[in-house]
């Protein structure tokens, strides 16, 4: 069997961690081909972003503490997992070099006082540069034939939408196929950073937060794998987040739209578009636990969960939101109205989420990431407001959160809506937007972050979900 395996950060978030993914690596290329994807150590993505913040501000001391804390970071990784002499001396010498590349472009950061989506990417590439060689050196250290690439040079080509960028697969698949796939037919390990790429010029681009699922499922269909398997720190996809519901269940098997659908809807277990390319192909994707690797986990294909029959099958929180409200009896009957408020997001690379609007036509919801808050009510108050009384103001609320629930019965079921809502009512607590897609595969509202939990959790019982 030929097998992507993806190793997400807390999966390779410290040297011990690396050992054991290791073990699990080695256990299959006995009989299998098996080329792996790693994402960055746990955190340090997150702490790449505060740091490049920070330094646009112009603290340059910053840059040195953050930079050692880095350091000793990836050495202690490389001092567990890697027990070779000369090994360790060629890994220590890729992350010292990686290191002091990543000083200099946050120094001139500093001095430039500019963090564009390019150059974040650029920053943000980093926590992937320095995993992969110590997964690699760890791989070579158990005496297995290993060699490591970043996304650009394992042939991954995205557009240049930086921060979100896209694959152009069948180039992409091309230069997979002539880079990468020679080595698994060696049975040589290729190890190849996820979430960055790179675009037609060779600029750094990263494929979206949480995005190395997404670089594994390209990888596996360039190289037409039997199965992609996605280790992470849950058993599987489960009913809702574990952290929220301590008796959240596992889903041991989902059809991709029913994936795609809870992945877009915040089960953040998977990237929400990593699915899209391995549909076509029909390729399985298994969600696993590098922690309890004797479970199979939640096994994606294009079966249904053929036992659920419940109308409901899971529930999730999506966090770091806001809710974006255009006001305006001008709206009212004035054909294209809407359309000119789309126009404006789009122009602005300005994603929309969510929508809802009232009959009255005089009020549009919207919900959006919440770091796009600033750049989009800026936006839309110099193109809309004072334009011939079209639109009279424009609210946000960067406090929200928003709650999906989940299943693909649902559909033609009466009632499920009216459950939801009461179950929520019954809580004291306050919906401040709802939307239904048409699909009715899931129905989504909004309410304040402070009461997420406590909603999921509510909806979890109210639909028995631990004993799906
Ligand atoms: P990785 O670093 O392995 O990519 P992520 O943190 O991206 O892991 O995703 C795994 C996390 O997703 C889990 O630790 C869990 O808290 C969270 N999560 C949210 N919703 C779900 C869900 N429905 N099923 C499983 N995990 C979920
Ligand atoms: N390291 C990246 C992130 O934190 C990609 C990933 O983990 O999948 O978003
Ligand atoms: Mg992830």
Redesign the pocket.
């Known amino acids: 069997m030929k097998i992507v395996m993806?190793?997400?950060?807390?999966?390779v978030g410290t040297g011990k961690n690396i050992r054991h993914v290791v073990e699990l690596v080695s256990k299959n290329t006995k009989k299998d081909s098996v080329a792996v994807v790693v994402?960055a150590l746990?955190g340090v993505t997150n702490s790449l972003l505060e740091a490049a913040e920070y330094v646009k501000k112009g603290d340059e001391k910053h840059i040195q503490t953050f930079i050692e804390d880095l350091r000793s970071k990836h050495l202690e990784a490389i001092s567990t997992a890697i027990s070779d002499k000369e090994v360790k001396k060629e890994v220590t010498q890729i992350i010292e070099k990686t290191i002091a590349e990543l000083e200099k472009v946050l120094t001139g950061i500093c001095y430039v006082g500019e963090l564009t989506p390019k150059s974040k990417d650029y920053v943000v590439s980093f926590g992937e540069r320095l995993s992969a060689p110590i997964v690699w050196g760890a791989l070579k250290n158990k005496g297995l034939e290993t060699q490591w690439f970043t996304g650009k040079e394992a042939g991954i080509v995205t557009d240049s939408n930086f921060g979100e960028a896209d694959p152009l697969m069948n180039f992409t698949a091309h230069l997979i196929r002539e880079r990468i796939a020679p080595l698994l037919e060696k049975g040589v390990i290729p190890v190849v950073t996820g979430f960055i790429a790179a675009d037609q010029n060779g600029i750094v681009t990263t494929v979206g937060r949480?995005g190395?699922?997404y670089t594994a499922t390209i990888l596996g269909v360039a190289l037409k794998v039997d199965e992609i398997w996605?280790?992470?720190?849950?058993?599987?996809?489960?009913?809702?987040?574990?952290?929220?519901v301590s008796n959240?269940k596992?889903?041991p098997q989902l059809s991709y739209q029913e994936a795609a659908e809870?992945a877009i809807f915040?089960?953040?277990?998977?990237?929400p578009r990593a699915l899209e390319p391995v549909i076509k192909e029909n390729i399985p994707v298994r969600?696993r636990s590098v922690f309890h690797p004797e479970n199979l986990g939640t096994l994606i294909t294009k079966e249904p969960f053929s036992k659920a029959t419940e109308v409901v099958k899971?529930v999730?929180?999506i966090k770091d939101v806001a809710m974006v409200n255009v006001n305006g009896a001008g709206m009212v009957g004035a054909p294209g109205s809407y359309a000119r408020v789309f126009d404006v997001l789009g122009k602005n690379s300005i994603n929309v989420m969510m929508v809802s609007t009232a009959v009255s036509e005089a009020n549009i919801s919207m919900i959006i990431k919440r770091g796009l808050l600033g750049r989009t009510i800026s936006n839309l108050e110099i193109a809309l407001l004072d334009r011939g009384g079209l639109v009279s103001e424009v609210t946000a609320e960067d406090d929200v959160a928003v709650i999906a629930v989940m299943g693909a019965h649902m559909k033609g079921t009466l009632g499920v809506a009216s459950k939801i809502f009461s179950t929520v009512a019954k809580k004291g607590i306050n919906i401040r937007m709802i939307a239904q897609g048409s699909s009715e595969l899931n129905i989504s509202f909004v309410v304040k972050e402070k009461d997420g939990a406590a909603v999921v959790q509510a909806i979890h019982e109210e639909f028995n979900l631990d004993k799906i």
Do not use: E, N, Q, R
């Open positions: 993806k190793f997400g950060g807390t999966s994402s746990a949480g190395s699922d996605i280790w992470t720190d849950v058993d599987g996809i489960m009913t809702t987040d574990p952290k929220i959240a596992m889903l809870m915040g089960a953040k277990a998977m990237h969600i899971a999730a929180m």
